[in-house]
């Protein structure tokens, strides 16, 4: 059976959310306690209902505990936020995600059992400012703290050099995943591959390590 996903609070994060998974498939239960954007998402979503989400009775009587996974897209007020998480972890919610406003809401959230904190907007702040050191930069993804994956176009040093001779791994502590060649992805590269134009690399490492390598390979 399909993933059921109800996503709290349709500001321009939850909508986007909703509205790729219902493109994808999924069914989706939007719910914000505003009726003019009830009104307004329910041309996307096929299930949309007006509720405050601090109100227990409200969500029990939605059904929401046969849910998969819940976010909980409310931004600016914070106390919702945090009420709402902890109402729906106690429905027994597999998989609550939750959208911070900042590093201490984010902190609180995780303590009363978000199972995902997000930061949309600091995270698209450091993708773009990676996109902005350089034109080869093409994405840039953080997965903890002090480790990420950066998807960059081969430079010119790269070019007609297999991974061997650019011994990525032992002069810069990271490791490429990926490469894709045109519409071709090779998610399992070895050392005789050789690196052509125009070809993506995806690589792994902490960001200390990433920094280097983009420094000397990026032109
Ligand atoms: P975004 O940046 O994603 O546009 P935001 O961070 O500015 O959103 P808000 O606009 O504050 O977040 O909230 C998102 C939505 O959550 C709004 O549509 C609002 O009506 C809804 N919302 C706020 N509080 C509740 C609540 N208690 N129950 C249900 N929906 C709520």
């Known amino acids: 059976m399909k993933k059921q996903f109800a996503i709290i609070g349709m ?8 509205k790729t998974l219902s493109g994808l498939g999924f069914e989706v239960l939007a719910i914000d306690n505003s009726e003019q954007r009830m009104q307004e998402i329910s041309s996307i979503v096929t299930h949309v209902v007006q509720a405050d989400s601090t109100d227990e009775e409200a969500l029990n009587a939605l059904g929401l505990r046969n849910f998969d996974v819940v976010v909980v897209a409310i931004g600016e007020d914070i106390q919702a936020s945090i009420l709402t998480t902890i109402i729906v972890k ?13 590093e201490l809401h984010g902190k609180v959230l995780r303590k009363v059992g978000a199972d995902k904190v997000i930061y949309p907007e600091r995270d698209m702040g450091q993708r773009v400012a990676h996109n902005l050191i350089s034109t080869n930069i093409i994405d840039y993804i953080e997965l903890s703290e002090k480790h990420s994956i950066v998807e960059l176009k081969a430079s010119r040093k790269m070019i007609g050099k ?12 990271c490791n490429v995943i990926a490469i894709k060649t045109g519409s071709s992805m090779n998610i399992a590269p070895n050392a005789e591959d050789l690196i052509t ?6 690589v792994v490492g902490s960001n200390e390590d990433l920094q280097d390598f983009e420094k000397m390979f990026v032109e």
């Open 197 to 202: 134009e125009d070809d993506l690399l995806i």
């Open 11 to 18: 500001g321009r994060f939850g909508t986007s959310v909703a």
């Open 90 to 102: 106690e429905m027994g919610i597999p998989t609550v995600i939750v959208k911070a406003q900042n």
């Open 162 to 173: 297999n991974l061997r001779q650019l011994d990525i791994r032992a002069k810069y502590g």
